[in-house]
Nanobody, 123 residues
């Protein structure tokens, strides 16, 4: 079965950087676009960004555009989320997910999800 495992979360200060990783198994990785979502306490899970199967195209939510970068290494079955200039409002649990549809910004387009990794940004 498909398994996604996020890592790299933690507690950082505003302005710091952090890189999240999502390791995938149980699928032909390059055939899937990969997305990142986040969920803050009391809020809906929200789209952060996504990358196409070959890594050539990325899309981002306006709230993170210019600060976050998604990349992937298909040889390692891993997708990354580089987060720079972090703000307290970036505090959330971050999830990676797979989709056969690209571009896709809605949660319902994604089928397999990781367990999430906590990112906390202090002011």
């Amino acid at each position: 079965q498909v398994q996604l495992v996020e890592s790299g979360g933690g507690l950082v200060q505003a302005g710091d950087s952090l890189r999240l990783s999502c390791a995938a198994s149980g699928l032909t990785f390059s055939r899937y676009a990969m997305g990142w979502f986040r969920q803050a306490p009391g809020k809906e899970r929200a789209f952060v960004g996504a990358v196409s199967g070959n890594g050539g195209t990325t899309i981002y939510a306006n709230s993170v555009k210019g600060r976050f970068t998604i990349s992937r290494d298909n040889a390692k079955n891993t997708v990354y989320l580089q987060m720079n200039s972090l703000k307290p409002e970036d505090t959330a649990v971050y999830y990676c997910a797979t989709t056969r549809t690209f571009p896709a910004v809605v949660r319902s387009a994604y089928d397999n999800w990781g367990q999430g990794t906590q990112v906390t940004v202090s002011s």
